[in-house]
Every structure is written in structure tokens, then in C-alpha cells.
């Protein structure tokens, strides 16, 4: 029976997914490009993300492959010290995601009570993170099913609802308001120059992590069939509610006068107010329902990578207290130690960071570039599975197609962006001047080089000397197999 209550259903397992990489909060980023966000959204969707989806359902599908999601998918093809690294990346970037995540949140919030200052403040503004991410963090210890129900009131309440409203409104707007479109959306056309490409990596942000529910997968109802099902319904709903929210905040709103933390509340308000100004108290309600949906995503996120982390510390990569978990399963050692990284993040980034935009730009670029660098291990895991691994007989329920020349096709597409996007994170977003650009390179460089060092140090000088080794694993499971 508690196995029953356990399982998550498919839409359940969907919402979580979803919440995870389909949000709201980097709308405004987007809208910075102008029509040329439509381009980078679709080569993106169809060239980044689906590769991530598919790859990501034929490893998950794979016998003895599920353990620890991507960990387990590099670990057993590139071996244990990349496979630690790469779970490592992917639950780092995100001590850093959850920054940019309530940054918005609280930028939403400071309109909705009227208190600007929660988001011009520095020292309050600090204070707004930590406390929204605490109270989340404890929120979790309830275990996956808690976790399930927010992500999809979150999801439907705070990303569906406000971007089809939004939809509805920038029609209404300019084809029956007769309001024009924003210059700032129509200067730049739909293929981007040169200098557009350093936007590339934001775009990657609005695909990320839609393989971080993967150490869930055996609390999914049918996870052969559905886990895939999944995947390939996620690449649809990401690519039309992401085109869809970015053109509307950029057609609605100038490029010079928007906010990275509030364009989209500033959206709703042009959008609403232009026809009747008493209407402050919807926007209001909107500002609400969007901070609650990215909500939702940073409570996903809490517990999506630590279950990989915790198959980890299993195996003794980590202090052994890493592994407990509580009466509902959740790994609360993990969480706190987040929890207090994820305090380090928002006092440099917050209080060192030079300005608001500063700090949302250099938080949203090392997020996708900690995250990339996990991609990479995690393509080229892929490349070695099927061309070094094809005939080990390795069993699976779903196939990436085309055969291997698909397979190689579809992979190296989503390396080849990866590595491109990497790249481009070093050049200063246009947005930035003066010193602003100095601020950005030097903690973006710096903050960068420290974490990719982080996982090899700790695993040369810790991990290869307490790890639990072969023959105790094998007597462990024979143990576990004669009980």
C-alpha cells in the first residue's frame, strides 16, 4: 500500500518535470534580444533540448543505468570520478539558480505589497532571499509527494495561467488597442549578428534541468513508457510557452526601461493599466501568482538533485552523513548543507554583485555555465555508449532514432551548442558598460574556475580513498539479494 501512495502519476511526474525548467522569471532576459529571442528559442528547443530529452530518456531507460540519474549515466561510461563531477555540476548550479529564482520572486513581491525597497535594497534584499529559501527548504522536508503537489499548483497557477493571459492581453493590446510594438523588438530581426550570439547561453536557461527528475524515475507510474512520453511532451509545451512569454514581454515593454528582476510584472502592468487604471490590484494578484510559480520551481529543485547527490554519498564520495534521510525519505543533512551554500551565493552575489541587473546577469550566466559543463560529460557519456558500448548488450526500453548515425547526429548537436554557449558566457552582455562589464567578467571568471576545480580536488584528496570498493558492493548486494 505505501508503495501505491508512493507511485507519481504521469501528469504528477510531468509538473515536477516541468517546473523544474519552465518558469517565467527569464522572460525579461529574453525580451533583451528582440525578435532574435524567436530564433535563439527555436535552434535551442530543436538543436539543445530535444538532444538533452532524448538522450537523457534512452540512459534513464537503460538496465543498472537509473542510480543516481546523470551521475550513473557518466559514471558507468566515462568512470566515477566524471560521473561525480557531473552530478556535482548539476547540483551546484542551481545553489546559484536559486538566487536568480527569488530574485525574482522578490521583485515580483516588492510590487505586489508596495515595498520597493525589498528590491533596491541590497542588506533587505539579502535578507528577502534567505528567508524565502529557508522557509522552501523546510517545506521539503515533507518528502516527493508535497513536493508533487506544489509543483503543480505552481505550474498551472503560476506559469499556465499568467502566460496565456498574457497571451490574451499583448493580442488585445496591439491589434485591438491599437498600442504599437516596442521598437526595441523589432530593430533586431529574427537572425541574429555577431554581437547577438553573447546571448546565446541565457537561451539555454529556458531548457535546462528537464533531466534532473531522472533519480525519481522508479516513482513514476510505467516509467518505460512514460518517462519518454514525458520527455517529448515537455519539448513541445517549453518551446510554445517560452516563445510565447519572451515575445510578449519584448513587444510590450522597451529594452531600456525594463527590469531583469520585474519586466514581467512591469508587462502586466502596461498591459492592464493601459486600459484602466484602477486595475492596480490585478496586476497585483498577477505579481502573486508568478512569484508563487517560480516557487514552485526552486521547491522542485531543492530535492531534484539532492537524490543523485545522496546515491553519492552511498557510495561514500561523500561523508556517509550525506546519505541519511528522514521518516519521509528526504536527505536533510543534503538540504541543509544547500541551504547554507545557497547563503554563501546570495551574499556575493547580492551584496558584491554592483547593481541589480549586474547581479541577475552574473547569477543567470554561472548557472548555465556550471550546468553546461555537466551537458558536455554528459554528451560525450553519450558518444561512448554508443559507440563504445553497442555491443555490451546493455538493455533499454527506448532508443534514440536514426540508428547510430542519428544517435552521433542528435548528440553532437547538443554538444556542439553546449560548448558554443560556454563560450559565449564570456563575452559581457550588451545590457552592461563601464565597470559594470569589469564586475560581470571577474566574478563570472573567477566564480567559474573555483567550482569546475571543486569536484576533481575534493575526489583526488577525498572521495578515491573512502569510496566503498567493488568487492563490497557485490557482497552487499548478494546480501541484499539472499534477504
Not at 205 to 231: C, D, F, Q, T
Request: hydrophobic share 50%.
Amino acid at each position: 500500500m505505501s508503495e501505491t501512495k508512493r507511485k507519481l502519476s504521469l501528469f504528477s511526474f510531468f509538473a515536477m518535470t516541468a517546473s523544474l525548467f519552465i518558469t517565467v522569471y527569464e522572460y525579461p532576459t529574453f525580451a533583451m534580444s528582440g525578435m532574435t529571442l524567436i530564433f535563439f528559442l527555436l535552434v535551442c528547443g530543436l538543436f539543445w533540448f530535444l538532444p538533452v530529452a532524448l538522450c537523457s530518456a534512452e540512459m534513464a531507460t537503460i538496465k543498472d543505468y537509473q542510480e543516481g540519474g546523470i551521475f550513473g549515466w557518466v559514471g558507468k561510461t566515462l568512470g566515477e570520478k566524471f560521473g561525480f563531477a557531473a552530478i556535482f555540476f548539476q547540483w551546484f548550479q542551481i545553489t546559484v539558480g536559486f538566487v536568480t529564482m527569488i530574485y525574482f520572486i522578490i521583485g515580483s513581491l516588492s510590487y505586489a505589497v508596495g515595498i520597493p525597497a525589498l528590491n533596491s535594497n541590497p542588506l533587505l534584499k539579502f535578507a528577502s532571499v534567505v528567508l524565502i529559501f529557508w522557509i522552501a527548504t523546510l517545506l521539503q522536508f515533507k518528502g516527493t509527494e508535497t513536493t508533487a503537489k506544489v509543483a503543480k499548483a505552481g505550474f498551472v497557477i503560476g506559469i499556465i495561467v499568467p502566460v496565456g493571459l498574457m497571451l490574451i492581453l499583448t493580442i488585445k493590446y496591439i491589434m485591438i488597442g491599437g498600442h504599437p510594438v516596442a521598437p526595441s523588438f523589432t530593430e533586431k530581426g529574427f537572425l541574429p549578428k555577431g554581437k547577438d550570439f553573447a546571448a546565446l547561453a541565457s537561451f539555454m536557461l529556458a531548457y535546462m534541468g528537464v533531466e534532473a527528475s531522472a533519480p525519481h524515475i522508479n516513482e513514476l507510474e510505467n516509467p518505460k513508457k512514460n518517462y519518454p512520453l514525458v520527455m517529448f511532451i515537455l519539448v513541445i509545451v517549453g518551446i510554445i510557452l517560452s516563445t510565447i512569454g519572451g515575445s510578449a514581454v519584448s513587444m510590450v515593454v522597451p529594452a531600456d526601461k525594463l527590469s531583469l528582476n520585474s519586466g514581467v510584472v512591469q508587462t502586466f502592468q502596461t498591459l492592464i493599466l493601459a486600459e484602466n487604471g484602477q486595475l492596480t490590484w490585478v496586476v497585483k494578484m498577477i505579481a502573486v501568482l508568478v512569484a508563487f510559480g517560480v516557487l514552485a520551481q526552486v521547491c522542485s529543485w531543492i530535492v531534484g538533485p539532492t537524490e543523485g547527490l545522496r546515491t553519492v554519498a552511498q557510495k561514500g564520495l561523500i561523508p556517509a552523513r550525506f546519505k541519511k534521510v528522514n521518516e519521509n525519505k528526504v536527505p536533510v543533512p543534503l538540504l541543509i548543507l544547500q541551504g547554507i551554500i545557497v547563503t554563501i551565493w546570495a551574499a556575493v552575489l547580492t551584496l558584491g554583485g554592483g547593481g541589480s541587473n549586474v547581479s541577475f546577469l552574473t547569477a543567470i550566466s554561472l548557472t548555465v555555465i556550471i550546468y553546461l559543463s555537466a551537458y558536455v560529460l554528459f554528451f560525450v557519456a553519450y558518444f561512448v555508449l554508443i559507440f563504445k558500448r553497442s555491443n555490451q548488450g546493455l538493455e533499454r526500453t527506448y532508443h534514440v532514432p536514426g540508428g547510430k548515425i542519428g544517435k552521433a547526429l542528435i548528440g553532437g548537436a547538443g554538444l556542439l551548442l553546449s560548448l558554443l554557449a560556454i563560450g559565449s558566457s564570456m563575452i559581457a552582455p550588451s545590457e552592461l558598460k563601464g565597470n559594470e562589464i569589469h564586475t560581470y567578467l571577474i566574478t563570472l571568471g573567477i566564480s567559474y574556475l573555483v567550482t569546475l576545480a571543486i569536484p576533481f580536488v575534493f575526489y583526488h584528496f577525498y572521495s578515491r580513498h573512502h569510496k566503498v570498493t567493488p568487492s563490497i558492493q557485490t557482497q552487499g548486494s548478494k546480501k541484499h539479494e539472499n534477504d
